[in-house]
């Protein structure tokens, strides 16, 4: 093994870690404002680039603002999926909610195979995200190098708004004690509505960046990111942000380094991440890195 | 005294009429329809099995096509000719000593429902302390692995190539048979002490526990007994559909399951039996939605996807709106029916 | 021999000292009852003798049996039962089940002959449906048997409770709060109905209570716990009259039965 290959498949690894890292906050802040497992998480993340193709193959809008569009959708249809799969029932037994959310998952899927078709289309890559740079020695795709930044800056966003900001501050609140929030006079209908915007939000982001990397979009795309950012908000310790991301990369560099340094392994992949899942569910429920 | 062997007359007589059934429809009906009969049978197994753990029990499990799988294969590398094995294991050959052994199929399915319980054992091992959603992640987590590992095992399982031309054994009255044994075992089971210990922990587990409920045994039993029909009941659509590969067991299937136990009502046997009937019907109905059809004479493309999405639809249905399903936790029984047709008969 | 006795149990949680160095004996037929402030380990106390919680030290004897540590069905399948301070009942079971599933523990049919409705399972199902019908009898609570358990109003699920958990067949009885939220009218009733159960059934009592005139009026011996530590023993009188006692708990309350 190369240096050279090594630090490809690294930077391979923290770029998807950081995807991974996008989408798993979304989990894991609906789990823990909700205490929900929002399986149809993945899905949101795979409208999002139906949105975006639609809205350049549709519209013919320069991709700049399609892909503003999309995330507005997408941010849309989240607190849309909030309200009305999971808000009518907030009073109801754990059951019910996770069956809500199993069947939203089926819905969104299946709604995107009746409505886009099952065959994979070709996600519209602007002539900048196509290029391949060497540094070092080292070629790296013009995505991973605008991942990272991208991702960084989403983070300090988030950052700011659950630090520093009212909504922010209702938001933690919630985690905390969701009654004591209520009484104490806290919207909370607005704040979780607030927060799935963000979770969908910045699964869009996620959802384009993967597809500037990986352009085939097909119905069940959601389904593989969805549970490797779902194992990475678990592994990571759920209900917290830093815990995402961690778990993210986590996720992102094992998925990658199992492949190369174990590759008879490889077609166990899948196994492994579920394994990582039930061992700390099992050991260490708070995750890996603790809790917020 | 008297009930209880008017009721066993009275369940004895349905089990006649069944066959009765049975043998007027191998007569007379067309093979579409046994084909659904069987699927329905088929279903009710996979659901009753899956409410007994989910329903009655309260471990809201999703590993259900796991076990079916590991039913579904270890039946099949037992019952299939050496000869049929060498055909599909081109790649690699199946290792000792399936690779010669061939037993008859009642032989195999026992085997198969019986090693599916051990897994079920297993797997309920560390579902022990986990509850909600976690429960659930977990029972899927393994059910993927499973998956998994059938799809690698190429000298076991034929990997995902799967495994194909199967002898059809499964007719009605395999599926009609194991159906009533299910149900019937499931009933006994849950209107017995065992089946209240199993209520109870559903209900309030540390309150269950403080009554002397061992959370442990019950907890196995329920996830070891729901295996076993689930693993009869993967052998016996093994059987049916004639093709197995990995991805036959998927969530897909679980899925569809927990559709049929939810609408059906999660603790009810009665309501899942009749909601797989239902939604058997209904699935295939769907099915003629989804491949092209000639309206006088205009080609109208199928929609693909329709299915899954009105089977989606009904599941958001029933859980935003009809939160109890068809039964709620009320059973059809003789004592009921007895009830409100002879009201003064009180003895 | 004495039914319950305690050698020094300590229960902590991390740095917090819930209970220290408890020490009781019981005697067969004696009720005792264990009462302080709010927060001074008294359901620490119940919950370390059934099992819920292991001693961090000390060690649990019933019948010179050494139970610490044991399971908590185990426990209840020795002879100890309980009731709680917020009710636990199986709320879509039927009052006649809810009963029914304290007699599970005592069940000697395996799951095999339940199955096949074996006669000698048949057997005892028919016992235990007799047994606990009569044990809503004694509660009052017969009419109600198909009712679901989560329908009744509060002082019957607190009775029904106390019938579940006779149906465990108890040596030793834990009470915890049983008087909680009744009016005088129904404490003087439920303290009759103690009294009548302990003498029907040969029962051990210990009660949790902080209604004064139910814990005064019917036991004998009185154990006062204050921040984990017992801070008096002796019987109502000596415990009314006990400084330390009404420094800690009672105030200047000074009517008692």
């Not at chain 1, 961690?246 to 077609?267: D, H, N, Q, T």
């Not at chain 2, 076990?67 to 294991?89: D, Q, R, T």
Request: net charge positive.
């Amino acid at each position: 093994m190369t240096f050279n290959v090594l630090l490809q498949n690294l930077s391979n690894g923290i770029s998807l870690g950081f995807l991974f890292a996008l989408i798993a906050i979304g989990y894991s802040m609906v789990y823990g404002i909700l205490n929900l497992i929002n399986f149809a998480h993945g899905d949101i993340f795979m409208m999002a680039t139906f949105f975006v193709y639609y809205a350049i193959a549709l519209f013919s809008i320069p991709w700049g603002l399609a892909f503003f569009v999309g995330i507005l959708l997408t941010v849309l249809l989240g607190i849309s999926v909030d309200r009305f799969a999971y808000r009518p029932l907030r009073n109801s037994p754990r059951i019910s909610c996770l069956c809500s959310a199993i069947g939203m998952s089926f819905l969104l899927e299946n709604f995107a195979i009746v409505v886009f078709g099952g065959r994979p289309k070709s996600f519209f890559r602007p002539e900048i995200f196509t290029k391949m740079y060497t540094i070092f020695n080292v070629r790296i795709h013009s995505v991973s190098i605008v991942t990272p930044v991208i991702a960084i800056l989403a983070l300090l966003v988030l950052t700011y708004i659950i630090y520093r900001t009212k909504i922010g501050l209702a938001m933690r609140a919630i985690s905390r004690d969701f009654d004591t929030a209520n009484l104490m006079g806290i919207n909370i209908n607005k704040t979780i509505a607030f927060t799935f915007a963000i979770g969908s939000g910045l699964a869009a982001i996620g959802a384009i960046l993967w597809a500037l990397r990986y352009p085939q979009i097909y119905p069940y795309m959601g389904i593989f990111p969805g549970w490797r950012a779902f194992a990475a908000a678990i592994m990571g310790g759920i209900g917290s942000i830093r815990g995402a991301t961690l778990g993210g990369f986590l996720v992102g560099l094992l998925s990658i380094m199992i492949v190369v340094f174990l590759p008879a392994l490889a077609g166990y992949k899948d196994a492994f991440i579920f394994i990582g899942v039930i061992i700390v569910l099992l050991f260490k429920p708070k995750g890996l890195f603790g809790e917020e | 005294m008297k009930k209880n062997i008017l009721y066993f007359l009275l369940s004895i007589s349905i089990i006649l009429l069944v066959i009765v059934f049975i043998i007027i429809a191998n007569r007379n009906f067309d093979s579409y329809v046994i084909r659904i009969l069987n699927l329905c049978a088929i279903y009710i197994i996979l659901g009753v099995s899956l409410n007994l753990i989910n329903g009655f029990t309260g471990q809201f499990s999703l590993g259900h096509a796991g076990f079916m799988a590991i039913g579904a294969y270890l039946s099949a590398l037992l019952y299939m000719s050496p000869e049929l094995k060498e055909v599909n294991f081109f790649i690699v050959p199946l290792i000792m000593p399936f690779r010669v052994i061939q037993l008859p199929f009642f032989v195999a399915v026992i085997f198969a429902g019986l090693f599916s319980a051990l897994i079920g054992f297993l797997i309920g091992i560390p579902c022990l302390r986990l509850k909600g959603d976690y429960l659930a992640i977990v029972t899927f987590g393994f059910s993927e692995i499973i998956r998994v590992i059938f799809n690698n095992l190429q000298n076991v399982t034929n990997g995902p190539i799967g495994l194909k031309g199967l002898p059809t054994y499964t007719n009605l009255w395999w599926s009609f048979g194991i159906a009533i044994l299910t149900v019937l075992v499931v009933k006994n089971l849950i209107n017995s002490s065992y089946g209240r210990a199993l209520k109870s922990i559903r209900e309030n587990e540390t309150a269950a526990e403080a009554m002397g409920v061992n959370l442990f045994f019950h907890k196995s039993l329920a996830f070891a007994i729901g295996a076993f029909f689930a693993g009869l009941g993967g052998a016996l659509l093994g059987s049916f559909i004639m093709t197995i590969d990995p991805n036959t067991f998927s969530f897909l299937l679980t899925f569809q399951l927990i559709v049929i136990v939810i609408v059906g009502g999660l603790g009810s046997i009665t309501g899942t039996v009749i909601s797989a009937i239902i939604i058997t019907v209904l699935m295939e109905t769907l099915r003629s939605v989804e491949a092209p059809m000639n309206i006088f004479g205009l080609h109208v493309p199928g929609i693909p996807g329709m299915r899954m999405l009105v089977f989606a639809i009904l599941l958001m249905t029933v859980v935003l709106f009809f939160k109890k399903g068809l039964m709620g936790k009320n059973e059809w029984s003789w004592d009921g029916l007895l009830k409100k047709y002879f009201p003064d008969n009180e003895r | 021999m004495s039914v319950l006795k305690t050698d020094n149990i300590t229960m902590q949680f991390g740095g917090l000292t819930a209970v220290s160095n408890f020490n009781i004996e019981v005697k067969d037929g004696e009720l005792v009852g264990l009462i302080g402030p709010n927060g001074a380990g008294k359901t620490t106390i119940f919950n370390m003798l059934t099992g819920t919680y292991k001693p961090t030290r000390g060690k649990i004897y019933f019948y010179d049996k050494e139970i610490n540590g044991k399971g908590i069905d185990r426990i209840t399948s020795l002879g100890i039962a309980r009731t709680f301070q917020n009710i636990r009942l199986f709320s879509d079971l039927s009052v006649l089940d809810n009963v029914k599933v304290g007699a599970h523990v005592h069940l000697k049919s395996s799951v095999w002959k339940t199955i096949a409705r074996w006669p000698s399972y048949l057997h005892e199902e028919e016992n235990i449906n007799e047994r606990a019908i009569s044990l809503l009898k004694v509660v009052h609570l017969e009419d109600l048997k198909n009712d679901l358990a989560g329908s009744l109003p509060y002082g019957e699920q607190r009775r029904l409770e106390i019938a579940r958990a006779l149906a465990t067949s108890p040596k030793l009885l834990l009470l915890d709060e049983p008087a909680a939220g009744m009016n005088p009218q129904e404490s003087k009733d439920l303290m009759k109905f103690i009294i009548e159960i302990q003498n029907r059934f040969k029962l051990t009592i210990i009660l949790i209570e902080h209604d004064m005139k139910v814990v005064m009026g019917i036991c004998k011996r009185i154990i006062v716990l204050d921040y984990g530590i017992t801070i008096a023993e002796g019987n109502p009188i000596e415990i009314q009259n006990n400084p330390e006692v009404i420094k800690a708990y009672l105030g200047v309350e000074a009517t008692y039965a």
